[in-house]
Nanobody, 114 residues
Framework: QEHLVESGGGLVQAGGSLRLSCEAS????????MNWFRQAPGKGREFVAS??????????GDSVKGRFAISRDNASTKNTVYLQMSSLKPEDTAVYYC?????WGQGTQVTVSS
Protein backbone atom coordinates (compact mmCIF):
# COMPACT_ATOMS: atom_id res chain seq x y z
CA GLN A 1 0.00 0.00 0.00
CA GLU A 2 1.33 3.40 -0.94
CA HIS A 3 2.43 5.65 1.87
CA LEU A 4 4.51 8.75 2.51
CA VAL A 5 7.45 8.95 4.89
CA GLU A 6 9.06 12.18 6.04
CA SER A 7 12.56 12.50 7.45
CA GLY A 8 15.13 15.15 8.27
CA GLY A 9 13.52 16.92 11.18
CA GLY A 10 15.40 17.81 14.33
CA LEU A 11 16.58 20.55 16.66
CA VAL A 12 18.32 23.56 15.17
CA GLN A 13 19.27 27.02 16.39
CA ALA A 14 17.59 30.10 15.03
CA GLY A 15 19.20 31.13 11.77
CA GLY A 16 20.11 27.58 10.91
CA SER A 17 18.97 25.29 8.12
CA LEU A 18 17.38 21.89 7.71
CA ARG A 19 16.32 19.83 4.74
CA LEU A 20 13.27 17.63 5.01
CA SER A 21 12.62 14.71 2.69
CA CYS A 22 9.42 12.93 1.80
CA GLU A 23 9.38 9.63 -0.01
CA ALA A 24 6.38 7.85 -1.48
CA SER A 25 6.70 4.10 -1.51
CA UNK A 26 4.61 1.04 -1.96
CA UNK A 27 2.73 2.36 -4.98
CA UNK A 28 3.23 3.27 -8.61
CA UNK A 29 6.31 5.07 -9.75
CA UNK A 30 4.38 7.78 -11.53
CA UNK A 31 5.03 11.27 -10.22
CA UNK A 32 2.30 13.31 -8.60
CA UNK A 33 2.02 16.73 -7.02
CA MET A 34 3.10 16.95 -3.41
CA ASN A 35 2.75 19.42 -0.60
CA TRP A 36 4.24 20.34 2.73
CA PHE A 37 2.13 21.49 5.64
CA ARG A 38 3.02 22.17 9.24
CA GLN A 39 1.21 22.27 12.54
CA ALA A 40 2.53 24.10 15.56
CA PRO A 41 1.34 23.27 19.08
CA GLY A 42 -2.15 24.63 19.66
CA LYS A 43 -2.52 25.83 16.07
CA GLY A 44 -4.17 24.60 12.92
CA ARG A 45 -2.43 23.02 9.99
CA GLU A 46 -0.68 25.59 7.80
CA PHE A 47 0.25 25.31 4.14
CA VAL A 48 4.00 25.58 3.56
CA ALA A 49 4.78 24.65 -0.04
CA SER A 50 3.69 22.60 -3.02
CA UNK A 51 5.23 21.27 -6.19
CA UNK A 52 3.64 19.77 -9.27
CA UNK A 53 4.41 16.38 -10.77
CA UNK A 54 6.95 17.73 -13.25
CA UNK A 55 8.68 19.86 -10.66
CA UNK A 56 8.44 22.98 -12.80
CA UNK A 57 5.76 24.73 -10.78
CA UNK A 58 6.06 25.52 -7.09
CA UNK A 59 4.09 27.53 -4.59
CA UNK A 60 5.49 28.80 -1.30
CA GLY A 61 3.43 29.95 1.65
CA ASP A 62 3.64 33.61 2.61
CA SER A 63 5.03 32.95 6.08
CA VAL A 64 8.08 31.13 4.71
CA LYS A 65 8.55 32.82 1.35
CA GLY A 66 12.18 33.72 0.72
CA ARG A 67 13.41 31.25 3.34
CA PHE A 68 12.03 27.87 2.26
CA ALA A 69 12.25 26.10 -1.08
CA ILE A 70 10.61 22.93 -2.38
CA SER A 71 12.13 20.63 -4.96
CA ARG A 72 11.85 17.06 -6.13
CA ASP A 73 14.02 14.33 -7.53
CA ASN A 74 12.23 13.01 -10.58
CA ALA A 75 15.00 10.55 -11.27
CA SER A 76 13.90 8.73 -8.18
CA THR A 77 11.17 6.10 -8.40
CA LYS A 78 9.94 7.09 -4.96
CA ASN A 79 8.57 10.56 -5.75
CA THR A 80 11.07 12.11 -3.36
CA VAL A 81 10.30 15.71 -2.48
CA TYR A 82 12.48 18.01 -0.42
CA LEU A 83 11.84 21.06 1.69
CA GLN A 84 14.95 23.18 2.16
CA MET A 85 14.49 25.44 5.16
CA SER A 86 16.88 28.30 5.79
CA SER A 87 17.04 31.24 8.19
CA LEU A 88 14.88 29.27 10.58
CA LYS A 89 12.99 31.09 13.30
CA PRO A 90 11.51 29.81 16.57
CA GLU A 91 8.05 30.30 15.06
CA ASP A 92 8.92 27.67 12.45
CA THR A 93 8.77 25.07 15.22
CA ALA A 94 6.11 22.56 14.22
CA VAL A 95 5.43 19.06 13.00
CA TYR A 96 5.94 19.07 9.25
CA TYR A 97 3.82 16.81 7.07
CA CYS A 98 3.98 15.94 3.42
CA UNK A 99 0.90 15.04 1.44
CA UNK A 100 0.02 13.94 -2.05
CA UNK A 101 -2.49 11.83 -3.93
CA UNK A 102 -4.75 11.96 -0.90
CA UNK A 103 -2.06 10.54 1.38
CA TRP A 104 -0.41 12.05 4.44
CA GLY A 105 2.84 11.15 6.11
CA GLN A 106 3.28 10.69 9.83
CA GLY A 107 5.09 14.00 10.23
CA THR A 108 8.56 15.01 11.34
CA GLN A 109 9.26 17.37 14.22
CA VAL A 110 11.24 20.55 13.61
CA THR A 111 12.27 22.54 16.67
CA VAL A 112 14.02 25.88 16.36
CA SER A 113 15.65 27.22 19.50
CA SER A 114 16.19 30.92 20.09
Amino acid sequence: QEHLVESGGGLVQAGGSLRLSCEASGGTSSNFGMNWFRQAPGKGREFVASINANGDTTLIGDSVKGRFAISRDNASTKNTVYLQMSSLKPEDTAVYYCSGRGLWGQGTQVTVSS
